[in-house]
């Protein structure tokens, strides 16, 4: 139905691989970053064999659409999508069409700027705690998935080993400074405002998202991946419920067939067998189409206050 899967890019880049994530590998391209988004998938932590074809385009592309959406707003890290501009630094071009960004290189900034405008997952793990959110107090009797009055910045620091940390706004303060932790919050919330604006067009819920921000001498630019499912929790609205775990847009095959084997969370997973490959393959395709299906409304010329 698709193309071969990706699950890895090293052979084929003449360059130095400087981090391998769980599904996206970063090569130093000297004055720039390639990064290539390979087909991997992880859930539960594991990434899971094979690959799905198809993932690591529909990623990328779905990154590339909102930076270019969104680089009156924030400026960002693209420099170009263009495989054919590597030239002899990628032998088998065709391989990484679709799926390369070139970047400008950045001093990242050690924090996970997250914003939420629906309580649920690990914001709402908190707030049936204690009633906070990264110590923002919220009303009481909230349901799961509820929409909240108004949308919630609650940052983590950032972790290259283990899970990154929920951090109060004060604490991100003492960390990089009150004066740039504002600004990362101004643009979060602009930049979720926007997208959940552009998503509702389409029938898609942003209940949830994640940015990372870098310096480039003194200005701050959109880094990493945008508004792409491993980033950002989508939901389809007519999939929307309160109480209940919303199937997610991208993953829920897999998610739904590890549940169903006896696999204890513990060891190697279960190869996935071609059904559920196929039924994922699907699922990115359809997430793709429909964000970024073009609609008569004029959200591709957004402009508002430029930061
Ligand atoms: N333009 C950029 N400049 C500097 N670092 C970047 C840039 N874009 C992304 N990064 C960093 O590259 C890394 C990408 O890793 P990622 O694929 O997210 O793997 P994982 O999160 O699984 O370690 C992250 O650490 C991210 O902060
Ligand atoms: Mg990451």
Same mark, same amino acid.
């Given at each position: 139905?698709?193309?071969?899967?990706?699950?890895?890019?090293?052979?084929?880049?003449?360059?130095?691989?400087?981090?391998?994530?769980?599904?996206?590998?970063?090569?130093?391209?000297?004055?720039?970053?390639?990064?290539?988004?390979?087909?991997?998938?992880?859930?539960?932590?594991?990434?899971?064999?094979?690959?799905?074809?198809?993932?690591?385009?529909?990623?990328?592309?779905?990154?590339?659409? #909102?930076?270019?959406?969104?680089?009156?707003?924030?400026?960002?890290?693209?420099?170009?999508?263009?495989?054919?501009?590597?030239?002899?630094?990628?032998?088998?071009?065709?391989?990484?069409?679709?799926?390369?960004?070139?970047?400008?290189?950045?001093?990242?900034?050690? *924090?996970?700027?997250?914003?939420?405008?629906? *309580?649920?997952?690990?914001? #709402?793990?908190?707030?049936?705690?204690?009633?906070?959110?990264?110590? *923002?107090?919220?009303?009481?009797?909230?349901?799961?998935?509820?929409?909240?009055?108004?949308?919630?910045?609650?940052?983590?620091?950032?972790?290259?080993?283990?899970?990154?940390?929920?951090?109060?706004?004060?604490?991100?303060?003492?960390?990089?400074?009150?004066?740039?932790?504002?600004?990362?919050?101004?643009?979060?919330?602009?930049?979720?405002?926007?997208?959940?604006?552009?998503?509702?067009?389409?029938?898609?819920?942003?209940?949830?998202?994640?940015?990372?921000?870098?310096?480039?001498?003194?200005?701050?630019?959109? *880094?990493?991946?945008?508004?792409?499912?491993?980033?950002?929790?989508? #939901?389809?609205?007519?999939?929307?419920?309160?109480?209940?775990?919303?199937?997610?847009?991208?993953?829920?095959?897999?998610?739904?067939?590890?549940?169903?084997?006896? #696999?204890?969370?513990?060891?190697?997973?279960?190869?996935?067998?071609?059904?559920?490959?196929?039924?994922?393959?699907?699922?990115?395709?359809?997430?793709?189409?429909?964000?970024?299906?073009?609609?008569?409304?004029?959200?591709?010329?957004?402009?508002?206050?430029?930061?």
């Amino acid at each position: 139905m698709s193309t071969e899967a990706l699950s890895t890019a090293e052979g084929l880049v003449k360059a130095p691989l400087i981090h391998k994530g769980k599904v996206r590998e970063l090569y130093d391209l000297g004055e720039h970053l390639l990064i290539v988004v390979t087909d991997r998938i992880s859930a539960f932590d594991y990434v899971l064999d094979p690959a799905v074809p198809e993932k690591g385009k529909v990623l990328n592309g779905l990154s590339a659409f #909102w930076f270019d959406k969104t680089k009156d707003l924030v400026p960002n890290h693209v420099v170009h999508t263009d495989v054919r501009k590597l030239g002899d630094l990628v032998s088998e071009p065709d391989k990484l069409a679709g799926r390369i960004m070139v970047t400008k290189k950045a001093k990242r900034i050690d *924090i996970e700027c997250v914003v939420r405008g629906y *309580i649920t997952g690990g914001g #709402w793990r908190q707030y049936q705690k204690n009633g906070e959110v990264n110590g *923002i107090p919220l009303p009481a009797g909230l349901r799961k998935n509820a929409k909240l009055e108004e949308p919630i910045f609650t940052p983590a620091g950032k972790n290259d080993v283990g899970h990154d940390e929920d951090i109060s706004f004060e604490e991100m303060e003492r960390r990089i400074g009150s004066e740039l932790a504002a600004g990362l919050r101004k643009r979060s919330l602009l930049l979720y405002d926007y997208a959940l604006a552009v998503c509702e067009h389409k029938s898609i819920i942003l209940a949830d998202c994640k940015f990372e921000f870098g310096l480039l001498g003194d200005e701050i630019i959109l *880094i990493d991946e945008l508004f792409t499912p491993d980033s950002s929790r989508f #939901w389809a609205e007519e999939k929307y419920e309160l109480d209940i775990e919303i199937d997610s847009m991208d993953k829920e095959p897999v998610r739904t067939y590890l549940l169903s084997t006896d #696999w204890d969370r513990d060891s190697t997973p279960p190869r996935l067998p071609d059904d559920v490959v196929n039924a994922t393959t699907a699922r990115y395709q359809e997430i793709y189409r429909r964000l970024t299906e073009p609609t008569s409304y004029g959200f591709n010329t957004f402009q508002a206050v430029k930061y």
